[in-house]
C-alpha cells in the first residue's frame, strides 16, 4: 500500500522560506511532484522530479524561487521555497508516478497535503 506523508508546512511572513517534505512508503516511483491548491481555484503543477534528480521541471510562477529535490535513500521529496508570497497560500500536496509531467492524470498517488500560508 502506498503512502505518502507531507510536512513542512507553516505560517509564514512574505519574504520568508519555507521546506516541505514527503516521504513516500510501499514503492519507488520514477517521477515526484507537487501541486498546490489555493482557496477557489484548480489545483496546480509547482514542480517534478525525475529519479536521478537529473531532470526538473517547475512552474513559471516559481522559478527562481522554489527548488525540488528528491533523497532515493530515505524515498522523499523536497520543497525548499524562498521568497515566498502571498500568491503562494494553498495546500501542497505530494504526487508520485512514473512520468515527469505537470499533469495531474500522469501521477498515480497522491499524499493529503500541507497547509502553507504566507502573509502580507
Known amino acids: 500500500q502506498v503512502q505518502l506523508v507531507e510536512s513542512g508546512g507553516g505560517l509564514v511572513q512574505a519574504g520568508g522560506s519555507l521546506r516541505l517534505s514527503c516521504a513516500a512508503s510501499?514503492?519507488?516511483?520514477?517521477?515526484m511532484a507537487w501541486f498546490r491548491q489555493a482557496p477557489g481555484k484548480e489545483r496546480e503543477f509547482v514542480a517534478a522530479?525525475?529519479?536521478?534528480?537529473?531532470?526538473?521541471s517547475h512552474a513559471d510562477s516559481v522559478k527562481g524561487r522554489f527548488t525540488i529535490s528528491r533523497d532515493n535513500a530515505k524515498n522523499t521529496v523536497n520543497l525548499q521555497m524562498n521568497s515566498l508570497k502571498p500568491e503562494d497560500t494553498a495546500v501542497y500536496f505530494c504526487?508520485?508516478?512514473?512520468?515527469?509531467?505537470?499533469?495531474?492524470?500522469?501521477?498515480?498517488?497522491w499524499g493529503q497535503g500541507t497547509q502553507v500560508t504566507v502573509s502580507s
Open positions: 522530479v525525475s529519479w536521478s534528480g537529473g531532470s526538473t
Open positions: 510501499g514503492g519507488t516511483f520514477y517521477a
Open positions: 504526487a508520485v508516478g512514473g512520468q515527469l509531467s505537470f499533469l495531474q492524470t500522469r501521477y498515480d498517488y
